[in-house]
């Protein structure tokens, strides 16, 4: 189905960056169009709303002393952005033509639109290891997470023993922020060396909270409404052990939701973030293509910080249309 109007401003996503964007385009009067997404499990657990849909208790986004459900705090900037007269329809955006103005989205429910700005706003999926149990508990708060700057600070994790499981930079990271709430942080890791960087892996060896465990991966997460253990297997001398703790931070990468990009069409970094060449900008590589949130930022990937990326790339849209005379 061919639609002959040609949107003003389409946002492609649903999560803070999407939903942000969509308030300031519609208080612009740019009447934004927001293409929420459909629910999915592979390659990755997506759903309209976002990530914060997989979670439960936020404590750091501003505005709510006493902290928010993640799902509510998703419906409470939908609510606002709907106020302004948004719009919005329940579909992912499996095809872009980037290549001429207006722009032509193929959404997957087969029919096609067009759009004079495209503010993309795709998020970024945590990987997980994949056990049932690990995301049994990560979706009811049993103390599984994908994100220590998140969670971490929670009553549930302090003096606790704690488990990260990675190797790389970010696993780095999430142990050095985990050391200032925990007893101890268990470092699993499938070789028998760090993949960081040495300056932190130097860090981390040297800290006397981090006890890595090399050559091990994660068979299962034991507990009922809590974690109380992980199963392990070193994969050296296929021994099985149980190493109780509170919390375990999957720290293994995120993937950016932009496979439907065509990266010849527009630049992607190598791996697949969309990359904006103006610092402190929203500008892709494609003139009248924005881009907010945690699809384009492997750095902070936080509510917050992605919701203000929206508030942006909605400025940067209405600018662009303004220069572009559409109004
Ligand atoms: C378990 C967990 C707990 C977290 N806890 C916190 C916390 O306490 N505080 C905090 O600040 N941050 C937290 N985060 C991080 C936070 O959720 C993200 O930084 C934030 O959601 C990023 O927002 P976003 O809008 O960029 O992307 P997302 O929230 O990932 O939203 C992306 C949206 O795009 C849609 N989409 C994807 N592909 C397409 C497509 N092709 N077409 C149409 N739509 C598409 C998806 O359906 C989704 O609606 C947590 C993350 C996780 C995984």
Not at 62 to 89: C, E, H, W
Not at 228 to 246: F, I, Q, Y
Not at 266 to 290: A, C
Not at 307 to 315: E, S
Request: glycine share 8%.
């Amino acid at each position: 189905m061919q639609d002959t109007t040609i949107e003003k401003v389409v946002i492609i996503g649903s999560g803070p960056a999407g939903w942000t964007a969509a308030i300031y385009a519609a208080r612009a009067n740019l009447q934004p169009l927001v293409l929420e997404g459909v629910p999915k499990q592979e390659p990755a657990l997506m759903l309209p709303g976002g990530q914060l849909m997989l979670t439960t208790e936020v404590e750091n986004f501003p505005g709510y002393p006493k902290g928010v459900m993640g799902p509510q705090l998703m419906d409470d900037i939908k609510q606002q952005a709907l106020r302004f007269n948004t719009r919005s329809r329940g579909v992912d955006v499996v095809r872009c033509d980037l290549t001429a103005r207006p722009f032509t989205l193929t959404l997957s429910d087969q029919s096609t639109l067009q759009a004079h700005a495209v503010i993309i706003a795709t998020g970024a999926t945590a990987k997980w290891i994949g056990l049932p149990n690990e995301m049994r508990l990560a979706r009811t708060g049993g103390g599984v997470s994908a994100c220590a700057v998140c969670d971490g600070a929670l009553p549930v994790f302090r003096n606790q023993p704690l488990a990260v499981v990675g190797g790389g930079d970010s696993a780095m990271e999430e142990a050095a922020y985990l050391t200032k709430f925990a007893s101890a942080v268990h470092i699993i890791h499938r070789r028998d060396e760090f993949r960081a960087s040495r300056i932190m892996q130097q860090r981390i060896l040297g800290n006397p909270k981090c006890k890595p465990v090399w050559n091990s991966v994660v068979l299962d997460v034991l507990g009922e409404n809590q974690i109380e253990a992980l199963r392990l297997k070193n994969v050296k001398t296929h021994e099985e052990s149980t190493l109780p703790v509170k919390g375990l931070f999957v720290a293994i990468g995120h993937t950016p939701a932009t496979s439907f990009l065509d990266s010849k069409q527009i630049q992607l970094d190598e791996k697949g973030y969309v990359t904006m060449p103006v610092p402190h900008r929203s500008m892709t590589s494609v003139e009248g293509v924005f881009a907010a949130g945690d699809c384009a930022d492997a750095v902070y990937r936080q509510a917050i910080t992605a919701a203000a990326m929206g508030c942006r790339a909605a400025i940067d849209a209405e600018r662009w249309l303004g220069e572009h005379d559409i109004h």
